[in-house]
């Protein structure tokens, strides 16, 4: 037995041509035998005649106008430079140039410059070897924390 909430919702989309035909058909023959079905449907027939009969009201001009004014009247946003202090970005650009020279000094610090000197550029660079460390998880959380506080900062 369905409540009457859904008798509305079926007869709705019945009026509304939702659904497959299958489920029209069902509807219909609903409406046509069953006495609740049938005052529900007229119920709602009426309420859509009304609602039909109603005409759409519009805002008068001068309204649209005061709203568009009061609209006008509020600050625009900020543009996106004045929020952006340019230290933060200048100090985490000199950031990674640093980053970037202290790799490139360790590279030439560790080359063996005399290998060089016969001719072949790649014999300078045979020798290396990166160093093998170990990082303790108390010091990569360390800097993970770092990190998070300070992307949100």
Known sequence: MLHEEEIELRIWEFLDGAGDSDTRQATARLIS???????????????????????????????????????????????TSSYINKWIVGGVGAFFIVVILASLLDVARHAEWEGFSSGSLTKGF????????QISDTVLYFFAAINVIAILI
Do not use: C, Y
């Not at 035998?33 to 109603?54: C, D, F, P, V, Y």
């Not at 045979?126 to 460390?133: D, H, L």
């Open 33 to 79: 035998t069953e006495a609740r079905w049938k005052s529900k449907h007229e119920e709602i027939m009426q309420l859509q005649a009304g609602l039909n009969s109603l005409e759409t009201e519009q805002p008068s001009m001068r309204f649209s106008r005061n709203v568009m004014d009061a609209v006008a009247a509020i600050a625009p946003l900020r543009a």
């Open 126 to 133: 045979q020798t290396w070897s990166i160093p093998s460390f």
